[in-house]
């Protein structure tokens, strides 16, 4: 089941980034790494660890619809910068024990994408909230979306803390919005941009926390539902 999937997700590049990262297999356990020539570059080696994190979601997700339990390990590190987590699979028997991948799971419909990835977002103690309107923010969203608009809002995604461990939930996070947007069609998928620099992630930066890091831009239109002309989440 986890060569299966692994090799499907390895197929869609656009999506995972699958040129950051590379897998192998140590008995059962599926083991996913930077590779080699990104490891040591600290933005490509972020974006690395953000796609791992997507990778887990996705697996995380699967493995609950056909009632199995994910064990995982995760260890990203600026130092030993290769391996970053390892999933393997066991049967499930009785509830899961992960409850907060049951909690997600069990998101019913809703009318409000803002809602949607605010609720996510908590789950990994991330705060998601309006931007501060500055020319950093102004100059980040226009490196990313084709036209400005005046029923567009601009959201950020803030840490408390930027490292490997952080970079690997961000991941997990933007996976569990492309999850839950597909049980709610009727939903206008956002922009999202992961895409910051170190200095960007500081500059951006503007929450209630002391202390406090940009992870992610998202953009929003003030009209939360599509049309039939529905777009599929945009991501850089």
Not at 20 to 45: C, I, M, Q, R, V
Not at 226 to 233: E, F, G, R, S, Y
Request: charged share 20%; glycine share 2%.
């Amino acid at each position: 089941m986890l060569y299966k999937q692994i090799k499907q997700i390895r197929n869609k590049n656009r999506e995972y980034q699958t040129h950051l990262w590379d897998f192998s297999f140590s008995g059962n356990t599926l083991e996913l790494s930077a590779k080699p020539n990104y490891a040591h570059s600290s933005d490509k080696y972020r974006m690395g660890v953000i796609a791992v994190g997507q990778v887990l979601r996705v697996i995380e997700h699967n493995a609950f619809l056909h009632h199995y339990q994910t064990q995982i390990h995760s260890f990203p590190s600026l130092d030993e910068t290769q391996l970053i987590a390892t999933i393997r699979l066991h049967k499930q028997f009785g509830d899961t024990n992960n409850k907060l991948i049951s909690k997600q799971e069990s998101i019913n419909k809703t009318d409000s994408i803002t809602k949607l990835i605010k609720e996510i977002a908590s789950h990994y103690s991330f705060i998601f909230n309006l931007s501060a309107v500055n020319s950093e923010v102004v100059k980040a969203v226009r490196s990313f979306t084709e036209k400005e608009s005046s029923s567009n809002h601009v959201y950020s995604l803030y840490s408390t803390m930027d490292n490997p461990f952080i970079w690997l939930k961000v991941g997990q996070w933007l996976e569990g919005i492309k999850i839950l947007l597909r049980a709610n069609p009727h939903l206008k998928p956002p922009l999202i941009k992961t895409m910051l620099q170190a200095g960007q992630r500081t500059s951006l930066a503007s929450s209630p926390t002391d202390s406090s890091y940009c992870q992610a831009l998202v953009v929003l239109n003030n009209n939360d539902k599509t049309p039939q002309d529905k777009k599929q989440l945009s991501i850089e």
